[in-house]
């Protein structure tokens, strides 16, 4: 049986690309795959055949250097046929692994790179353009010795057309999603799931509930996600102040299979992204979920997002910086159940034709098949 070895130095071991998506999918294919991440609330409990879970401790980002001196180790003395290495940090490792101990390496890019360090507070310094290019130069020269690349969001890739490393997207689609029999809330219930930042939409939606309060509805405000101590200040002081403790419900993370579980039984789903960097051209992985649940969802008006919503006919795009804006399309669609149907039931559609880990599965079976043999 094949061997691999699956990396990451910042996501936990249960994150939904990593460990439901990837290594599950490649222990299903009859890899014997070890996952190598960051501890979490949740302990493996070895319930997936072929599939095993190292967990590290979770360092500060001075302290992250021993992760990677761990990793480069354990890999190094590794038998895997073929190391999956997750973070953009973790990329010297591969090509030391791939350069120097002749390991087949897998590069799995979830950013834009680029993007996301030209949207740092220190690249506006005149003294950072040539640090940046110099970061950019060597990304792709180590890039060029690692067996292959995947990239998460199809435009990625136009940064490194000049890179000859064998390339392939594999998208954040969700598990083909059966309806599931669990009752809605009594309450329209709107749902966010994923990271809690201020650039993504945290504070807009409190403000966004306390609009709809004013309004007069009756609503739960579902934010799903560990939450930093300074928002989850805010938000507690938010709440006192504007009598929404009832309203608005910070779930924290969970695991996968609760956040099914609330998506079934939800109404509308948000994605209120900023206007930063990554964010602008890169979907968020949380919309196809929606679709999956046949719910509804406003989102961020970028141009890609809304050609999204637009050519399925499955969510609002609205200025996602302007509350006022956001609860009024809410309101409407609180206020037309027949238009939340018909939305929810297109992205469905969708989702069974297109948007599904399974066509993604196939994708990077096909890859590691290639690789093998060209090995």
Not at 140 to 154: D, G, H, I, R
Not at 160 to 174: A, E, M, S
Not at 216 to 240: C, K, M, W
Not at 288 to 313: G, H, I, K, R, W
Request: avoid cysteine; charged fraction near 25%.
């Amino acid at each position: 049986m094949k061997q691999v070895t699956i990396m990451s130095s910042v996501h936990p071991w249960n994150d939904t690309r990593i460990f439901h998506r990837e290594a599950v999918s490649l222990a299903n294919a009859g890899y014997a795959v070890t996952l190598y991440a960051i501890e979490s609330n949740r302990k493996y409990q070895n319930e997936i055949t072929n599939l095993t879970v190292k967990t590290l401790p979770k360092k500060s980002k001075l302290k992250r250097f021993q992760t990677w001196f761990r990793l480069h180790h354990i890999a190094r003395k590794s038998q895997a046929s073929i190391v999956h290495l997750h973070d953009p940090e973790l990329l010297p490792l591969g090509y030391f692994l791939q350069k120097f101990h002749k390991k087949q390496v897998v590069f799995d890019m979830h950013e834009d790179f680029p993007a996301v360090l030209q949207s740092k507070k220190i690249a506006k310094h005149a003294f950072a353009k040539p640090i940046l290019r110099f970061v950019a130069y060597v990304e792709k020269k180590m890039l060029q010795k690692v067996s292959a690349v995947v990239f998460a969001e199809a435009y990625y890739k136009e940064n490194y057309q000049d890179v000859l490393t064998k390339q392939v997207d594999i998208y954040n689609y969700p598990f083909l999603q059966e309806p599931m029999s669990v009752p809605k809330y009594e309450i329209p219930t709107l749902v966010y799931a994923g990271a809690i930042h201020e650039i993504r939409g945290f504070k807009e939606m409190l403000d966004v509930a306390r609009l709809l309060k004013m309004a007069g509805h009756t609503f739960q405000i579902l934010i799903i996600g560990q939450v930093p101590t300074r928002l989850e200040t805010y938000a507690s002081d938010f709440q006192r102040k504007h009598g929404l403790e009832q309203e608005i419900k910070l779930i924290g993370r969970v695991d996968l299979s609760q956040l099914m579980t609330y998506y079934a039984k939800s109404h509308i789903g948000l994605a209120l992204l900023h206007p930063v960097g990554n964010y602008l051209r890169s979907l968020p992985t949380k919309i196809f979920e929606y679709m999956s649940f046949s719910l509804p969802y406003v989102l961020s008006d970028f141009e890609v997002y809304q050609e999204l919503a637009t050519s399925t006919s499955s969510g609002i795009a609205v200025d996602a910086e302007k509350p006022h804006e956001i609860a009024k399309q809410i309101q409407f669609l609180l206020k037309h159940p027949e238009e939340q149907k018909r939305l929810g039931e297109n992205g469905y559609m969708y989702h069974q034709v297109k948007f599904n880990w399974a066509t993604q599965e196939q994708r990077l079976s096909k890859l590691y098949q290639s690789i093998l043999e060209e090995k």
